[in-house]
């Protein structure tokens, strides 16, 4: 399945919305769908969605579905920080990702690494909605205030970790898919830990929203497999965020390319 029939098939599964605007942005691969009055959608990476479609079929598709009724639902619905404390969560991005909204209001973000942003996001169960600055305006919330609760509720999120063996590096993986697995990246206690465990050289990777991989790397090999492993996660995303692996030391990431046999830092 090419782009195109891709664009044809996902445009054909919400054709009863009779109120959304499909775009095919064919220089970019994407598939931009969005509500005809407000403007307000998504944008979805085609090559992804391909990518996973060879791998699970049917579910794929499903999966996308889903996830664009259940996002432009929910932007056409008012919601409330307040009361919703637990329910605010931190989320990582690229760089490139737009710091405003369609309608140019700026949302609540700060720096993060030079490939990696921090987002804010209000949960509402099957998706979340990024927080701008005027819905912080509009309650009268202390920015900071929200930044820090945020970073408590990932901190406080179960850690499930799974662990993968190759050439005698070990690699280990998050990926519970509840929306904030890249986030975890943020709870340094859970990374102090991780170090602890480490022997080689410890390397962490987000290469989308829904997996956090930290590897303990021994030789070249480990960073190679790194490398490919970072690039597969990435182009299979359903929000990509960076094919870079990133050194963790002292408490601090630092990005690096992976080149071949040998490595540097950005």
Do not use: C
Not at 32 to 55: D, M, Y
Not at 88 to 110: A, Q
Not at 200 to 217: E, F, R, W
Request: zero cysteines.
């Amino acid at each position: 399945m090419d782009s195109k029939q891709m664009y044809e098939e996902i445009k054909k599964r919400l054709a009863h919305h009779h109120d959304w605007v499909f775009q095919l942005d064919r220089k970019n691969d994407t598939l931009r769908i969005e509500a005809k009055e407000t403007k307000k959608g998504v944008t979805i990476s085609l090559p992804g969605v391909i990518a996973k479609w060879h791998e699970q079929k049917e579910e794929a598709i499903n999966e996308m579905v889903y996830y664009v009724e259940q996002t432009l639902n929910t932007m056409h619905e008012e919601h409330s920080l307040s009361g919703k404390e637990k329910d605010i969560y931190p989320v990582i991005r690229s760089t490139s990702f737009p710091t405003k909204t369609k309608e140019g209001i700026s949302l609540l973000y700060d720096d993060h690494t030079a490939e990696t942003r921090i987002y804010y996001a209000l949960d509402l169960g099957n998706t979340y909605r990024l927080i701008d600055e005027k819905m912080v305006e509009q309650e009268q919330w202390d920015k900071e205030q929200i930044k820090q609760i945020a970073r408590f509720n990932v901190r406080s999120l179960d850690v499930s970790v799974k662990e993968d063996k190759v050439a005698g590096n070990t690699f280990y993986f998050v990926n519970t898919n509840d929306g904030y697995d890249a986030s975890r990246i943020l709870n340094d206690a859970f990374l102090a830990k991780m170090s602890k465990k480490i022997t080689g050289t410890m390397a962490l990777a987000v290469p989308h929203q829904d997996v956090l991989i930290i590897a303990d790397l021994q030789n070249e090999v480990g960073y190679d497999v790194l490398a490919q492993m970072t690039m597969s996660f990435f182009a299979n995303g359903r929000v990509p965020i960076t094919a870079l692996s990133f050194l963790y030391e002292e408490g601090k990431l630092e990005p690096i390319f992976i080149l071949g046999k040998n490595y540097r830092k950005k």
